[in-house]
């Protein structure tokens, strides 16, 4: 199974392109790195391959057909900053269950405590947050993971922590996972390939 970006193209200007005729394709079960500059258009890739942005040319597919607009997307996006990503107003019990019911291994996996389901999104730290995120993102039916700098803003020791994981998770489930990062050390030590979008973007 392999999840495709085919020609893709975007521009906020008709003029002024950030991505042109970019070609990706991530395996089932692989882990692809993903490396660019600031700006450079990689969240926006991101965001394209996970259908969190439809204004563009090109075609993404999972062998060959296209996601359905509707029900749950097998291309699941995980941001930079949780915070930015959960409902304030809900309880984390509430956010972590509405995509899907997550099971207990999961949250067991990425150490998620009970005492925390009912606590606010402001309550957590950004860890914590993301481990939310994280476990919200792999349910049953997601084949493919995108992974936007995930854990960029956390400490070294909650990095590896949830790095270990992800691997775990995706490895027994046969996830492929785009991994986003300006830590090219680690994209070295996770990844079965890398990536440039400087190589595959004609802009």
């Not at 970019?22 to 079960?29: D, M």
């Not at 790095?163 to 991994?179: A, F, R």
Request: glycine share 8%.
């Amino acid at each position: 199974m392999c999840l495709e970006g085919e020609n893709i193209s975007f521009g906020y200007k008709r003029n002024n392109l950030i991505l042109h005729n970019v070609n990706i394709s991530l395996e089932s079960g692989k882990l692809l790195g993903l490396i660019g500059d600031s700006g450079s258009g990689k969240s926006t890739l991101c965001k394209i391959l996970a259908g969190y942005e439809n204004n563009y040319q090109g075609k993404v597919s999972i062998n060959g057909k296209e996601i359905p607009p509707k029900g749950y997307n097998p291309v699941q996006l995980v941001f930079q900053h949780p915070e930015k990503a959960v409902n304030p107003k809900w309880k984390m019990k509430d956010i972590l269950n509405e995509g899907n019911n997550v099971s207990q291994y999961i949250l067991d996996s990425f150490g998620i405590k009970q005492n925390w389901l009912n606590r606010w999104p402001n309550e957590l730290s950004g860890g914590e947050l993301q481990r939310f995120a994280l476990a919200r993102a792999l349910g049953p039916k997601t084949k493919y993971l995108i992974a936007d700098e995930i854990t960029t803003m956390l400490d070294a020791i909650t990095q590896a922590q949830i790095w270990n994981t992800v691997l775990d998770i995706v490895k027994e489930m046969s996830i492929g996972v785009l991994v986003v990062s300006h830590e090219k050390n680690l994209i070295k030590k996770l990844c079965h390939e890398i990536v440039y979008l400087d190589d595959i973007n004609d802009v």
